[in-house]
């Protein structure tokens, strides 16, 4: 059913990823988000990635919720825990995952190390071969909701 492929997530990922401490302010980290114009935050404790804060967390879990984001701590509103890729993962094995868990954004980690950041938007964009694959899990996987747009423009 599935193709092979030689691809492994360490070819696609980004390897700057900003991250953010648990312990700190929601609003820090929208600010860093602003500033560098991201998306998502990986969330780190005692320099250990154990969580993600995402665009989708603070509008659900913050804005949603009426909290006050400079009172609200980072570790109260992430999606923990944190669902992770290794880099010698195949790249159709991450993208299988992120289908299956309903995410956009898969951190890389290596013995509790974090190393970069998938998202299906670089999965949809990096290589025409990745097309097919995503047509083929689409076909027996609904995709998650907020990737639509991007399945659409990219894959249908």
């Known amino acids: 059913m599935w193709e092979a492929l030689i691809l492994k997530v360490e070819d696609v990922m980004v390897e700057s990823v900003i991250t953010i401490d648990a312990?700190?302010?929601?609003?820090?980290a929208v600010k860093i988000m602003n500033e560098h114009e991201i998306g998502c935050l990986v969330v780190t404790?005692?320099?250990?990635?154990?969580?993600?804060?995402?665009?989708?967390?603070?509008?659900?879990?913050?804005?949603g919720k009426s909290k006050n984001p400079n009172r609200t701590k980072v570790r109260e509103i992430m999606t923990k825990p944190l669902i992770a890729g290794q880099p010698e993962m195949d790249l159709e094995d991450a993208t299988r995952l992120m289908f299956q868990k309903k995410i956009k954004k898969l951190p890389v980690v290596e013995n509790?190390?974090?190393?970069?950041?998938i998202t299906l938007t670089d999965v949809a964009r990096f290589q025409p071969q990745m097309i097919k694959i995503l047509k083929k899990l689409s076909n027996h996987v609904a995709p998650p909701k907020r990737i639509e747009k991007v399945m659409n423009y990219y894959v249908c």
């Open 45 to 63: 404790r005692r320099g250990k990635a154990v969580g993600i804060i995402t665009e989708r967390d603070l509008l659900k879990r913050v804005i």
């Open 112 to 117: 509790g190390k974090l190393l970069g950041l």
């Open 23 to 28: 312990e700190v302010p929601v609003m820090k």
